[in-house]
């Protein structure tokens, strides 16, 4: 059964660093691309990050470039997302997902079939 697992979140102030974790099991994530994701409370569930299978390739939304990172570690079977000098406006309920078909290459955060039940991050200014 395919799972994947999001953890590390948490409220923190502005201009702070948090580190979240998706772990994933019941496949073998060598083969997968895995994406990061956010829903703020109103708003759409947007896409902030893919990572390839292999972490040969990543993309970041506009909104995060240059202060979140994603990453792979495959011996942990997880994929993570260092997330820096974080804003107000980066709260949101985090979740990680991937596709088996697409992968990063989905256009549309639908395309993910697979998703983890979210982790909350608060920031306060």
């Known amino acids: 059964q395919v799972q994947l697992v999001e953890s590390g979140g948490g409220l923190v102030q502005a201009g702070a660093s948090l580190r979240l974790s998706c772990k994933a099991s019941g496949f073998s994530l060598y083969h997968f691309d895995i994406g990061w994701f956010r829903q703020a409370p109103g708003k759409d569930r947007e896409r902030i990050s893919c990572i390839s299978a292999r972490g040969g390739s990543t993309d970041y939304a506009d909104s995060v470039r240059g202060r979140f990172t994603i990453s792979r570690d495959e011996a942990k079977m997880t994929v993570y997302l260092q997330m820096n000098s974080l804003k107000p406006d980066d709260t949101a309920v985090y979740y990680c997902?991937?596709?088996?078909?697409?992968?990063?290459?989905?256009?549309?955060?639908?395309?993910?079939?697979?998703w983890g039940r979210g982790t909350q991050v608060t920031v306060s200014s």
């Open positions: 997902a991937t596709d088996f078909e697409l992968g990063c290459r989905a256009h549309s955060v639908y395309d993910f079939d697979y």
